[in-house]
């Protein structure tokens, strides 16, 4: 399974942005999907991740009443609506996918599929 991740920009504060996560190669309709960033010289953190059925989703506490996670699982499609944007969301924005399993999990080591990375930059 092959992610790719798009949508990236530079945006004012208070703006928005979609991203997109496309997944190829393979089926993770059944497949819990992920968000992650990382800042320039910060560990990578969980930002939302939603759950197989889309039924369930997650987010982080920095992230929780501005973004919101979807999918279409008919299209093999994830997306991160980012609204309210901050400067301190500038960071590079990776999609992931569990291999095997339905629920969501904020652990980066439970994602075995990753996409490549889009850039988001929000000035102030």
């Known amino acids: 399974v092959q992610l790719q991740a798009s949508g990236g920009g530079m945006v004012q504060a208070g703006g928005s942005l979609r991203l997109a996560c496309a997944a190829s190669?393979?089926?993770?309709?059944?497949?819990?999907m992920g968000w992650f960033r990382q800042a320039s010289g910060k560990e990578q953190e969980f930002v939302a991740a939603?759950?197989?059925?889309?039924?369930?989703?997650a987010y982080a506490d920095s992230v929780k009443d501005r973004f919101t996670i979807s999918r279409d699982n008919a299209k093999s499609m994830a997306y991160l609506q980012m609204n309210t944007l901050k400067p301190e969301d500038t960071a590079v924005y990776y999609c992931?996918?569990?291999?095997?399993?339905?629920?969501?999990?904020?652990?980066?080591?439970?994602?075995?599929?990753w996409g490549q990375g889009t850039q988001v930059t929000v000035s102030s």
């Open positions: 992931a996918a569990r291999k095997y399993y339905r629920t969501t999990s904020y652990m980066r080591a439970n994602y075995e599929y």
């Open positions: 939603i759950s197989g059925s889309g039924s369930n989703t």
């Open positions: 190669g393979g089926s993770v309709s059944s497949s819990a």
